[in-house]
């Protein structure tokens, strides 16, 4: 997920300069300089919004002749030769490489020259959650995301790697595989800063760098040198077809496999699904098939929720001309679902769907894989469809499997405001992702 790259403001009511020493015209001579440089950081990496605190009383007052300090031109450190040649012949002496894109790597201006990469080496890749998206999931390159760990089945092919090509990981993610101190593929790099080293995450070599530049340099080196993998193709189906198992299954409560499948057939692919944080998460990083970047976004760091409409709101802003898709548990909705006003009164056109299993499911699960007792979790929910209704918007509630993709585009055809109330069967959560993966590898830690 990339972010809009934005200076806050913030006055401060409560603060005045004399109280601090210092007179308002040495703030007015200080804040030109400082908001051009809140700009610099929030356009860097890791871009994002920054935080600017005025006093009340410089606030209030008229800045003056204060001079505005233009924006430059500059271009990013590039990684050095002798380093892309290392790397290269490290990925020329494995025997079976493997490419993860991560949060760093899924940028607007990175998904040619890494799209680039993968075409020129046909190297296999697979993604972290929030890399999902920075190349286009229907390559047949592409071998899965990380969505766990550890244990899940795209592991089949970290397991199988000698060598893995780690294009902006960025460890504030949940880990997408564990390093061990001995045995394990060794990992190369690839980032604009150097990275941070954790017990799971300890690269053997760095390429620091312009990431565009450097995957274009990788490139140059190892376009028509790599002998492909000969069991990657069947392996890779094998992964996809688990993942696909069940997804078009006719259960009622829905099951995530089939909510997955149906929201895919829904969305085109320039459409943005915005997730919440629970459950439906995971099954949408593993399940859900990218084709353009940014168009599924979560977070994937403290993953807060409540997260899934606001940031819809946003992308239907900034694309009022796409399909547009909040995907939030009931928890989660319900901690920002007043934002369904803001929606309504800025007149965007925007689906909302409620996933109802009146608990929050992801602890709930947690409990359960434990060994806890189910205590504390589950709580009522109000009426959904009143309840959008009562703001403006439009609502329905599913019934049965059948009705969901229906629905969903006769809410999108009759733009505005709609939430959508789908009952989930969470029961899959147990059934695949601890005593299917568990027997796929007896220590396996659905963490």
């Known amino acids: 997920m ?18 601090r020493g210092q007179s308002p015209f040495q703030i007015y001579r200080q804040f030109p300089a400082t908001v051009r440089d809140a700009f610099r950081v929030a356009e860097e990496e890791r871009p994002g919004p920054v935080h600017l605190e005025l006093p009340e009383d410089v606030a209030a007052a008229d800045a003056g002749d204060a001079v505005v300090i233009p924006r430059h031109p500059f271009d990013r450190p590039v990684a050095g030769a002798a380093a892309l040649d290392h ?27 890494i799209s680039g ?40 092919a970290i397991e199988r790697a000698d060598l893995i090509v780690a294009i902006g ?55 028509g040198r790599i002998s492909p993998d000969a069991g990657m193709p069947e392996l890779r189906q094998r992964i996809l077809a688990k993942l696909n198992d069940r997804a078009e299954e006719d259960r009622f409560p829905i099951t995530p496999q089939r909510i997955v499948h149906d929201v895919r ?7 943005i699904v915005c997730l919440d944080n629970g459950m439906y998460k995971i099954w949408f990083a593993r399940n859900y098939r990218t084709h353009v970047a940014n168009t599924l976004l979560l977070d994937n760091a403290l993953a807060t929720m409540g997260a899934g409409l606001p940031s819809a709101i946003m ?44 608990a929050y499911g992801m602890i709930r699960w947690k409990q359960s894989v434990d060994g806890f007792p189910d205590f504390g979790m589950t709580f009522g929910n109000p009426d959904f469809v009143r309840y959008a209704e ?51 590898t007896p220590d396996v830690e659905c963490s």
Do not use: W
Request: with cysteine; net charge negative; hydrophobic share 40%.
């Open 390 to 440: 009562s703001y403006g918007a439009k609502g329905s509630r599913i019934s049965a499997v059948e009705d969901l993709v229906p629905v969903l585009d006769a809410a999108f055809a009759g733009g505005g405001v709609h939430l959508v109330e789908v009952p989930i069967d969470y029961s899959e959560n147990t059934r695949v992702l601890v005593d299917e993966l568990r027997n796929r």
């Open 265 to 271: 057939q829904v969305m085109p692919e320039n459409g």
């Open 315 to 358: 992308a239907s802003m900034i694309y009022p001309d796409r399909r547009v898709m909040a995907v939030c548990g009931d928890g989660g909705f319900m901690m920002n679902s007043q934002e369904m006003e803001t929606a309504v009164r800025l007149g965007l056109n925007l689906v909302v769907v409620i996933l109802n299993d009146s």
């Open 169 to 223: 990981h960025d460890t504030i993610e949940k880990p997408p595989f564990l390093m061990k101190s001995e045995g394990g593929p060794k990992v190369v790099h690839v980032s604009y800063e150097s990275a941070t080293v954790e017990q799971v995450y300890h690269p053997d070599f760095e390429v620091i760098g312009d990431i565009g530049a450097s995957v274009t340099g990788l490139a140059e080196r190892l376009e």
């Open 87 to 113: 790397a290269a012949e490290m990925i020329l002496s494995a025997q079976r490489p493997l490419v993860m894109i991560g949060a760093a790597g899924n940028r607007p201006a990175l998904v040619e020259p």
């Open 117 to 156: 990469f993968m075409a020129r080496t046909r190297l296999p890749f697979f993604n972290t959650q929030m890399g999902k998206g920075a190349v286009d999931g229907g390559s047949n390159l592409y071998v899965g995301t990380a969505a766990l760990s550890e244990g899940d089945y795209v592991h089949e």
């Open 2 to 19: 990339s972010f809009v790259a934005q200076a806050f403001l913030c006055f401060d009511p409560r603060a005045k300069t004399q109280e």
